[in-house]
């Protein structure tokens, strides 16, 4: 399995994870000019979140969410602040969190407020 299908799988793993904690799944991999969110949601009416899912199949190179460091977290804010314009959504609360998933494990870890 690739790169590309690990983290498609991944992403439809946290997606039925964030379903079950009651979240709405609002879109998947919106592109903006600054990059891509894997995944945006409401877990209620005021507060939406921003969510970056990675896959690993095992630590080897480290926890998951190493991986979103100060840049690629620069670039989910600035995509972030695009869709907010797009969808005229400024009386909001937002939050940035990271899904882990560890494929070889089947474990999911939620970091809410990652950044």
């Not at 507060?47 to 998951?64: A, H, L, M, Q």
């Not at 959504?89 to 474990?107: A, P, Q, T």
Request: hydrophobic letters at 40%; glycine letters at 6%; a positive charge.
């Amino acid at each position: 399995m690739n790169n590309v299908e690990k983290g498609k799988i991944g992403e439809d793993i946290a997606v039925e994870f964030l379903k079950k904690k009651g979240a709405t799944i609002k879109e998947r991999n919106f592109r903006g000019i600054f990059g891509e969110i894997d995944i945006i949601a409401f877990f209620n009416t005021t507060e939406i979140v921003f969510i970056e899912v990675k896959s690993r199949s095992s630590c080897r190179y480290g926890f998951p969410a190493e991986a979103v460091g100060k840049s690629k977290q620069n670039k989910i804010r600035k995509t972030a602040e695009e869709y907010i314009i797009k969808n005229n959504l400024h009386r909001v609360s937002i939050r940035f969190d990271v899904v882990e998933i560890y494929m070889n494990d089947k474990k999911i870890r939620h970091i809410v407020n990652a950044f």
